[in-house]
């Protein structure tokens, strides 16, 4: 019975434990995390973002960028903590090439986390296979940490942490997300106060998804029909009408009457006498 209800030997998972990840990648207690797969694109998939839909509970509304609830200084110490809740034996540095754990930032839309990693590695990543996800044997529930050290001199009110671990025999990885801000005084910024540009929303992580923006307006209806008419306005017309067709009629007539008048008869002009003078021989 014990046997049926464990899992297969074949699966392997943690989760990020501190600092507390993302609302949408905070685990409930017992929660083993989610593996995405397939293993051979595990940086393709930690590169592009924190899993996205793929990667949450799926009663879990959240997904994407968050407002960071912490803040560090550039150059400072944290110590991220996981925990493995499923251990696999076959994946440590020491039995599969390509395991292990990577911590990376990322810090804006133009650069990745790639390029900011602060321990381990993916395959492709100079430092694979330098952190071990759990020492060999560890049972479940052990938790493991790493101390990272933040690049100096570089700052960001919206900084994605993420921790994410390759496993080659498990085929796949797991990824969590931490929203952070790095700042000179180390206190959160007031967000109420950033540009539209760097609010919550608009934060555009390459990769990452975020809330998507309100959808254009419906487009515009073509122009309604005049409103009807009422029984007033319609008795109203046709009397207008009535009247306009009996002043045309009238017209008419009088008009017909003044072509067909009586002519008076030209008086002929009275004939102009003649007198005939008799010859003067
Ligand atoms: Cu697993």
Known sequence: ????????????????????PRIGLQRAAGDDGIKLTPFAQAAAI????????????PDDAHVGVEQPLVAYTPGSVLSVQWKLTIPHPNDHLATAQGTGVRIALHYDAGDSFAQNVLAGGLLGDAGVGTLDAA???SPAGTQVGASVTLPSGKL???CTLQWAWAAEND??????CVDVAITSDGVLPNYALLPLEESHWRKKLAGVPFPAPAPPPPPALPPS?????????IGLI????????????GAAVCVAVWLVRPKPVPRRAAPVP????????
Do not use: I, K
């Open 135 to 137: 020492p060999e044997d």
């Open 1 to 20: 019975m014990l046997a049926l209800l464990a899992p297969p030997t074949a699966l392997a998972h943690a989760v990020l434990v501190a600092p507390a």
């Open 274 to 281: 003649v007198f005939y003078a008799p010859a003067n021989t």
């Open 171 to 176: 085929g796949g990885v797991y990824v969590s």
């Open 238 to 249: 046709a009397g207008l009408g009535a009247l306009g067709l009996l002043l045309a009629c």
């Open 46 to 57: 930690a590169n592009d973002g924190c899993g996205g839909l793929r990667n949450r509970l």
């Open 225 to 233: 029909p005049p409103p009807a008419l009422n029984d007033a306005e």
């Open 156 to 158: 960001c009110n919206y």
